[in-house]
């Protein structure tokens, strides 16, 4: 697709349960990026990738939180034991260096009962 | 670490009505500045960048901004809103010359009133 993509688009988990959370970026791009978005706040950052290099990963909120992107273009956010903080829309950006230009996907909403 | 403010919370105008949503940044080195917008139910899009070069940038809908660089400011502006223009503004920054994440601004509910 032209776009970034992002799946699933809606996940409920209980308490305890562990989740993971799949982004398509752009076809070709570099970099790949994660950001969590509370309700009412901007997105923060939680990780970026360069190719399947995980260059920076200073945003994650807890060691319950990790990504992966082991052929450089799908990534997966996988959250352990999610708690009822953990709900939030995770979006997934994608970028062509040099631009510092990102392309956002849809996003997914979490939400931790 | 840079930071983001947006002044603004909640704006309502009405339809025609000029429009100016303020950001300022902290940071001491250079950086890109961007303007997100998120309509209802759609994904975060770009309206518009500054990279360097002329600190006055156009963007889509009409939109533009001018980076002040003495005032670490990067305000958006249009001059007549439109009710299509309701949605949510991010003003994001991430430091120039390195591949790091974005830094965002808490937002800005625009509401146009037909």
């Known amino acids: 697709g032209a776009g970034v993509s992002q799946s699933p688009r809606y996940k409920v988990a209980k308490r305890g349960q562990d989740v993971a959370l799949r982004c398509d970026p752009i076809?070709?791009?570099?970099?790949l990026f994660w950001y969590q978005q509370a309700l009412g706040q901007g997105p923060e950052f939680l990780t970026y990738f360069q190719n399947e290099a995980q260059l920076d990963k200073s945003g994650l909120p807890s060691d319950r939180f990790f990504a992966e992107r082991p052929e450089g273009s799908v990534s997966t956010l996988k959250i352990q034991r999610t708690q009822q903080e953990d709900s939030a829309v995770y979006l997934c950006?994608?970028?062509?260096?040099?631009?510092?230009?990102?392309?956002f996907g849809p996003g997914t909403r979490l939400t931790v009962l | 670490a840079q930071s983001v403010s947006q002044h603004n919370h909640h704006v309502i105008l009405s339809e025609a009505a000029s429009l100016e949503l303020g950001c300022n940044y902290s940071?001491?080195?250079?950086?890109?500045l961007f303007w997100y917008v998120q309509y209802p139910g759609q994904h975060l899009q770009l309206l518009l960048k500054?990279?360097?070069?002329?600190?006055l940038v156009k963007g889509i809908k009409g939109f533009e901004a001018e980076f002040i660089k003495s005032k670490f400011s990067f305000n958006l502006r249009k001059p007549s809103v439109q009710w299509s223009d309701t949605a949510e503004y991010f003003c994001?920054?991430?430091?120039?010359?390195?591949?790091?994440?974005?830094?965002f601004g808490k937002g800005t509910h625009l509401i146009i009133q037909p």
């Open positions: 500054y990279f360097s070069g002329d600190p």
């Open positions: 940071y001491g080195g250079t950086v890109n």
């Open positions: 076809s070709g791009h570099v970099s």
């Open positions: 994001a920054v991430n430091i120039r010359g390195g591949a790091d994440g974005l830094t």
């Open positions: 950006a994608s970028s062509l260096p040099p631009y510092n230009e990102q392309f």
